[in-house]
């Protein structure tokens, strides 16, 4: 049985910034990552997908931008090669293709079985992302067998769907994203919109993430906000990173031509039931949407940047059929497609630990994992706003490297 | 959960903090929060029926009020009826009025908003053609409700727009007529 004081599971943005930081405490540890670094950014993502920051903002700890375009957005090559030039700048100590089945208590310490053997430590590092599955919703088992039935997990690119209509649900970043993408191949996109968040790509001038960095809405943390389960299981913005930095919104996508429809809510034969609510959960994002760009404005106004931008405007609210249909006959429809983007969730399958709430979340205190020496990063709202953002990730790890070196240090005096 | 009670710090008359500990304790046990409400109604005559509502089941136990309430219903005279009460689609508008009507003050009340008056006004379009089965391409019921909202109240429209709206997202009534419910409906034997 090999060992090592520290085993990171994955070696994504999470787990190489927590190893960044057990490097600079000669904190001995490897990381067992399924794949390759970057894994799931190379396995699991379609093909157009660029990130939905900014070049500059996709930092990692001591490891900025310094390419030509800090605006820009990365392709997932572009992405997985930043971070396999990050692995090799800090000199992780990762262990490839190797599938970690099961962790479970071992003494004062864990066990970690994998498909190249076992592994003891000391302390465990949760790196393996919040995406590992994508939620599909169980009103799924109903559907006839002809429709083609996938998720944003299985999705690469429109081209390979059947021809034909494509009902997507699911309206946050992936939902939004993909119908564009779907629509334009020439395959009509019937989008089912539950509750969203909007925001501009860009808002007077600047991209909409400069200014969630500036203003501190994406460090803002545990403490400041009231509802925390609430923080972590806020929808994706309506965001896509492309070469134009363009808006896509809801009013955006029934411009090519996207059919909107409310959340689904039922399924029975060949008909598909949405809820009425589609007037108030567009409502609300806008609503939502205004107040946030109020605070932008508040702050560039407190900051004496008034000069320096253009002056403050509020975008066109979301535009809606009169009586959006509450109900579509897939058949009659030509819907060859049902796309679930109704979110994702990760994976704890291999977690042979009690520290699992009823709903199959980890119990955490802001990473700090219920059990003496385990830790999660990369998780929504893990300890602050941007945790599970590349850029986000940085300061998670810091502080819990901290906190791990201190559980280790207590451990040692204990047994002296 | 609790009797309301007007303390002094209230703009509204809303126990938001019975409510905020409520939720806090229902998170912890969530067997308690399932609730089973009940009504029992007798026909009278016609189209004139009498609803009557007390117990219900929640928090673990079946709970018992010191009063029945009632509520009437019959049909107006263009159906051929005496018109004793109103019309049963006109108590699921009363009902609907009265679920966003409580979730504006509540919200109100959280946010620090005080209320000088709510008043909803409540269409529920129908083509009587689905009810009388002339065309099975009709449904039975509302093809549309529209609920128009007057408030006054210290804060901005935007603010208030967002009273309104965190209402809807948080209403029983909002969501049982928005979305698909399985009915069960059986003969005692």
Known sequence: MRQATVIILG????GLAMSHYLTDMSIDHVLLERGQVANSWRTERWDSLRLLTPNWQSRLPGFGYEGEDPDG???MPETIGFLDAYANHIAAPV????????????????????????????????????????????????????IHSITPLDYSNANALPKGGVLVVGASATGVQLAKEIQLSGRPVTLAVGEH???????????????????????????????????????????????THETISLNSLQSIGVDIRGRVMGLRDNRVQFSGSLNNVCSLADLKMNRLLQEIDNWACNAGMEGDLESPYRLRPTQLPAEPALDLDLNTAGIKTILWATGFRPDYSWLDLPVLDRKGRLRHQGGVVDSPGVYVLGLPFLRRRKSSLIDGVGDDARDLSAHLSSYLADARSRAA | MTAPQTETTQLNGVNVGALLDAREALEAAPQAADFTFRATSEWIDGVHTRTEMNGFFGLGEEQSRTKTFTSEMDHPEVFAAPDAAPTPVEMVLSGLAGCLTAGVATVAENRGIKLRSVKATLEGEMNLHGILGIDSDVRNGFSAVRVKFDIDADASEDDIAALVAQSQKRSA?????????????????
């Open chain 2, 173 to 189: 009534v909002f969501d049982i007529m928005t979305n698909p419910t399985n009915v069960f409906v059986t003969v005692n034997k």
């Open chain 1, 73 to 75: 957005f990365r392709t």
């Open chain 1, 95 to 146: 262990k490839p293709e190797t599938e970690v089945h099961r962790v479970y208590r071992r003494g004062d310490g864990y066990g970690v079985s994998t498909n190249k053997g076992d592994w003891k430590c000391r302390a465990i590092v949760i790196a393996t992302g919040a995406c590992n599955i994508a939620n599909v919703p169980g009103l799924a088992e109903a559907l006839p067998k002809h």
């Open chain 1, 197 to 243: 968040v909007r925001v501009p790509r860009s808002y007077r001038g600047r991209d909409i993430k400069w200014w969630m960095d500036k203003t501190g809405v994406l460090d803002m943390g545990l403490a400041e906000v009231d509802d925390v389960n609430r923080a972590r299981n806020v929808p994706s913005l309506q965001l896509i990173g492309s070469t």
């Open chain 1, 11 to 14: 070696a994504g943005q999470a």
